[in-house]
């Protein structure tokens, strides 16, 4: 299995420069202008901007649902009594996968269900507005568009689907893109990031579906609205020690949220629209730890903007793992042929259960 180079990535990043040009606009919850915090000063780059490079893995937060739990209401964070519970309930998990591939045996390590197990965290929820945790309603052409989206992750048992083309895959199927908002938040593994930074430029690296997002942050203006991105265009700019990042210009084919994410709806079928725009923060409050937030704008699909905030973690010593996807280009075909052949039997056989009788 192989990871990333990091030397290849910075190389080629730090070939990219433009003339800086910043433009201000209020930020919450940022950082002191003077960088200092608890006698702990924020670094910078050789060039002077503040120092966001490394590896920072979100699998910290795999315990933490993106919405909270209905029963909790409004609350933000776990007591220090039921913090205590919680980490006694998860001590030693993942001990099993970490023992198997310390000792070189990675099927074993497979097999134990477990790659990124996480670590309980304070907060209940990632979504932390609206003030219950949970994701806004859905706008009434929300919803129309919602139940037009197809996916392999059905929105129950009971969900029967039809796959006869790649366009009734979503883009996750098809190894395009988790989209956006879905790519910043944590799955069940290759929950890696890392921060490059060069003069006049951010690049965010994702683990899963091998993602780069390509941040200018010299002031050039957003693309015209007919150039429209599976991921959007972003632009950054620098407000004291956070960088503040502006995504527009999204093609709107893309899922909002994955089901894959803990506590997120299920199916894939929360749609985005052209008209998206998204605002991401990023603070370094401490040697290891980035305070992440980001707001999501879709009146088109949402009722109202919503934001998740959580903390970034510097992990160097997190592996990245090839995320394949699937290997040999088969999955998609695969799925096909075996719809038709599933409805072909049950057009055969009316009276026999919904799924055929394994081969003997």
């Known amino acids: 299995m192989t990871g990333r180079t990091a030397a290849v990535l910075r ?63 409004a609350k933000a964070f776990w007591t220090e009594d039921e913090m205590a519970a919680r980490l006694k309930q998860a001590a030693g998990r993942g001990n ?15 097999r134990t269900g477990v790659t990124d197990p996480g670590s309980p965290q304070r907060q209940t929820s990632l979504i932390v507005d609206p003030p219950n945790g949970r994701l806004p309603e859905l706008t ?19 969900e029967d689907q039809a796959f006869d083309a790649p366009e009734d895959f979503d883009t996750w199927d098809r190894c395009i893109t988790r989209g956006m908002p879905a790519s ?41 609205a007919a150039f429209s991105h599976w991921m959007g265009d972003s632009r950054g700019r620098w407000e004291g020690n956070t960088l503040v990042i502006e995504t527009g210009n999204f093609n709107g084919r893309t899922a909002s949220v994955n089901f894959g994410i803990l506590g997120a709806p299920t199916g894939n ?57 699937h290997e ?17 039997y049950r057009a055969a056989h009316p009276n026999e259960p919904r799924t055929p009788p394994a081969p003997r």
């Open 96 to 110: 099993a996968y970490r023992d198997a591939i310390s000792s070189g045996n990675f099927g074993a390590a497979l």
């Open 11 to 73: 190389v080629w990043v730090s070939a990219l420069a433009c003339a800086a040009v910043l433009v201000p606009i209020a930020v919450t919850g940022q950082a002191p202008a003077e960088g200092r915090a608890g006698g702990w000063t924020a670094p910078k780059t050789p060039w002077g901007e503040p120092d966001l490079e490394g590896r920072w893995p979100v699998t910290h937060l795999m315990g933490t649902p993106m919405q909270r739990d209905e029963v909790l209401g």
């Open 184 to 224: 910043m938040f944590p799955f069940r593994y290759n929950g890696g990031m890392d921060i490059y930074q060069s003069p006049g430029y951010v690049v965010l690296s994702l683990e899963m579906v091998h993602e780069d997002r390509i941040i200018p942050t010299d002031g050039r203006r957003a693309m015209p």
């Open 328 to 344: 040999g280009n088969r999955t998609i075909r695969d799925f096909i042929n075996v719809s038709r052949a599933e409805r072909a």
């Open 269 to 325: 079928r929360i749609p985005t629209s052209p008209g998206m725009r998204i605002v991401e923060r990023l603070t370094r409050v401490s040697p290891d730890t980035i305070t992440y937030e980001i707001t999501t704008t879709d009146p088109v699909v949402y009722t109202r903007p919503w934001t998740a905030r959580f903390p970034l973690k510097l992990t160097p010593e997190y592996e990245w793992w090839e995320y394949a996807c």
């Open 140 to 158: 009434a052409e929300g919803r129309r568009l919602s139940a037009l989206m197809k996916s392999t992750w059905s929105l129950s048992p009971e």
